[in-house]
């Protein structure tokens, strides 16, 4: 499916991205998360082009055919911004509407917020924007998961994550992403283990994958992340204590823009605060959220779960806009 997509790369914050690209008009660009691609994006580049837009969806630094600096600080999210920005630069726009999924729409809130002229819309996919909270989440996790295992404090020593991954990245992303979908029997096997665990442990393996995700669709994941490695995407986590003391205006303001939100009723990210679903109060820090969708029985990939409704949602966000 990918060969259906017009793949252009562009100089941007002092690294080379790339991009498919589809359409003519005001521009959106689709940031994806982790561990992901341009690709994640394959049911919603063409349905947005077609009704009116130019549509960018870059592999993020780390990722696919984009470049993959090695310093962690080379994934903060200052720098993360910068190439948002610089990617509208390098389109020749003013402004873009953002959408973003996973580690995505962090980078798509903040970047609407710190630099509020650049950014006309933002629709976020399964991580709602929060206010700025006293410590950073890195810190707020190893206080929730005392005695227990969580991921992202897992992939905090440089080195460990990636060797786990690598060592077969076909299994890993298999394991992954069927563990945070909605196809999922439990969310037991994500955020109810033992602080010893690794990563992919107790993970299933399915004997054939749900049909969101083809043989093909999976074999392109693959192998890009067997040619680029997992590094530079882990290295995002370990940005975040820095991004709490480097961006002290990170989450202070709200989204004053037009915004939007989508995620599935089973992600796990509604539940990594226990007993506290963080899909409630959506527009606590949205001044003009105008559309919500919360997709029943999808998970965390939702706009590869659930393609119909997602663009359902974000066609009728985009024809709110002036």
Known sequence: MHQQFELQTFKVNGITLRAAVEGTGPLVLLVHGWPELWYSWRHQIKPIAE??????????????????????????????????????????????????????????????????????????????YRKRGEISATELWRRIYVGKFFYQLYFQDEGV???????????????????????????????????DSALLDNLIDPASFPSWLSPEDLAYFVANFEAGGFRGPINRYRNQDRDFLDLADMGTVPVRQPSC????????????????????????NCDDLRVTEIIEGAGHWVQQEAPDQV???LLKFLATLD
């Open 51 to 128: 009704a009116g837009y130019r549509v960018v969806a870059p592999d993020m630094r780390g990722y696919g055919g984009s470049d993959k600096p090695h310093a962690v600080e080379a994934y903060d999210m200052a720098t993360l911004m910068a190439d948002i920005v610089g990617l509208i630069d390098a389109l020749g726009e003013e402004t873009a509407i953002l959408v973003g999924h996973d580690w995505g729409a962090p980078i798509c809130w903040n970047t609407a917020t710190l630099h509020a002229r650049r950014v006309s819309a933002v629709a976020c996919l399964s991580v709602p």
């Open 161 to 195: 994550a990636e060797a786990e991954l690598e060592a077969d990245a076909e299994t890993a992303l298999r394991k992954i992403y069927f563990a945070l979908s909605g196809n999922a029997p439990s969310p037991d096997s994500w955020l109810n283990r033992p602080a």
């Open 261 to 284: 939100f989508i995620a599935g009723s089973k992600d796990l990210v509604r539940w990594f605060v226990p007993n506290y679903d963080l899909y409630e109060d959506l527009d606590g």
């Open 311 to 313: 663009n359902a949602a």
